[in-house]
């Protein structure tokens, strides 16, 4: 009888590992099922990041002359328990402290503009680029741009902080970027600390339609 169910525990384990080698296998040979598995994992881990959430995401692609940029979209919100000011988004190895306003320009400083209270939410994102971003705290004509060119450098543009950006043409692909966070102050009790939020699992984003 002994034997009788240690063989049956054999078996049964050489099943489970065999179905597991084979879902393994499946993700590898259909790389949009691994990629749509770690979004997902990325949009969860993002959702429910403190202080500072990442809520709604969205990129795309857009030549510009001679320069490749991935657009974005951020609708970002405070899950502390006390109001937060962000100075710098963090990005790769990289950081900026400026966004676009407008069309190119100009730039306005992070720092005491990016304020939050505790469950609000601000949007970085552009209607131009994003005609369904929502317009939370009438800030979408605030953007920054993930390049794909080092033929100039902008404040505002993140250069070679993504491991993968959009693609101009179908499929999209996906925006993936390393070490992203948020650089930020906070005042408690009458003092004003500096912190770094910077996530333990990668950005992903699905990327839409290209804009041109």
């Not at 937060?84 to 900026?96: D, F, P, V, Y």
């Not at 996906?174 to 966070?181: D, H, I, K, P, Q």
């Amino acid at each position: 009888m002994k034997g009788q169910g240690a063989t049956e525990y054999l078996v049964l384990l050489a099943i489970v590992l065999i179905v597991a080698l084979v879902s393994v296998a499946l993700l590898g040979f259909f790389p949009g099922m691994a990629s749509d598995a770690q979004e997902t994992q990325s949009k969860t881990y993002w959702s429910s990041a403190s202080p500072i959430s990442i809520v709604e995401t969205g990129a795309r692609f857009l030549a510009n002359g001679e320069w490749n940029y991935t657009f974005t979209y951020f609708r970002i919100r405070n899950n502390g328990n006390y109001p937060i000011s962000i100075t710098k988004i963090l990005a790769g190895n990289t950081s900026i402290s400026q966004v676009h306003t407008g069309s190119w320009g100009p730039r306005k400083d992070l720092n005491g503009r990016v304020q939050l209270a505790p469950g609000e939410e601000f949007v970085l994102g552009h209607s131009l680029h994003f005609s369904g971003v929502p317009d939370v705290g009438n800030t979408n004509r605030s953007f920054f741009t993930f390049s794909g060119s080092d033929a100039y450098s902008y404040t505002s543009n993140f250069m070679n902080a993504a491991t993968s950006l959009c693609s101009r043409t179908a499929p999209y692909g996906y925006l993936t970027v390393n070490n992203f966070g948020f650089e930020y102050t906070v005042t408690v009790e009458g003092q004003t600390i500096t912190k770094r939020q910077v996530g333990v699992k990668p950005l992903i984003v699905q990327c839409m339609n290209n804009y041109n």
